[in-house]
């Protein structure tokens, strides 16, 4: 037994240094995973102070994307900077100063109008698929935003009433106001939850 003892002793002895090697490795990996994730908290909750546009009555303070509409600026919660000071415009609001919570829902379909104009005037009213990534016609908008499948016929509907052909007409084709009434009209109709 000595003699194989002795024989593999320097084998015993390599393999319980790489166990304990790998032991150290592993702690130290786990202490240093530990270390950068309690930096990047703090890091996370300085920015989230450093963004803040205000508190609220209880002084806790809120990133922008999570104020309460109480204390968050309308400005602030909106993505496109020129819809928002057209609303404020239309609306006689100070763009600068009026928060998220005075924007009522006439503001926010005004809001939503300009944007479809803007930003997929050139998408056409009808169709549900498409070789392109992203919103390919107001019907699919619509669809979406509504969670039904009755936008083809709102939109049809509509555009018989403002003589317009659906079937070769563009976003850009309906004025703001059109938009508007084309979105209410597939709020009724869809079983999207009401106020």
């Not at 304990?20 to 996370?44: F, Y």
């Not at 309460?68 to 993505?79: G, H, T």
């Amino acid at each position: 037994m000595s003699k194989a003892w002795k024989r593999y002793k320097v084998l015993l002895a390599a393999g319980g240094m790489a166990i304990c090697m790998t032991a150290g490795l592993g702690m130290g990996i786990h202490w240093s995973r530990n270390h950068m994730e309690k930096e990047v908290v703090q890091a996370a909750e300085a920015d989230m102070t450093a963004a803040s546009p205000g508190a609220d009555e209880n002084g806790i303070i809120y990133p922008v994307e999570e104020a309460p509409d109480e204390v968050r600026l309308y400005k602030e919660a909106v993505i496109d900077e020129e819809v928002a000071k057209k609303v404020c415009e239309k609306y006689h609001l100070d763009y600068d100063t009026v928060l998220d919570k005075d924007i009522t829902r006439d503001m926010r379909n005004y809001e939503e109008a300009l944007w479809l104009l803007k930003d997929i005037g050139s998408a056409p009213l009808l169709g549900k698929a498409g070789l392109g990534i992203g919103i390919i016609s107001l019907e699919v908008y619509i669809n979406d935003v509504y969670a039904f499948d009755g936008g083809e016929e709102v939109i049809k509907d509509a555009c018989k009433e403002y003589g317009i052909n659906p079937n070769k007409a563009v976003v850009s084709d309906l004025t703001a106001e059109q938009l508007i009434e084309i979105g209410e009209n597939a709020y009724e109709t869809s079983d999207h939850p009401k106020n």
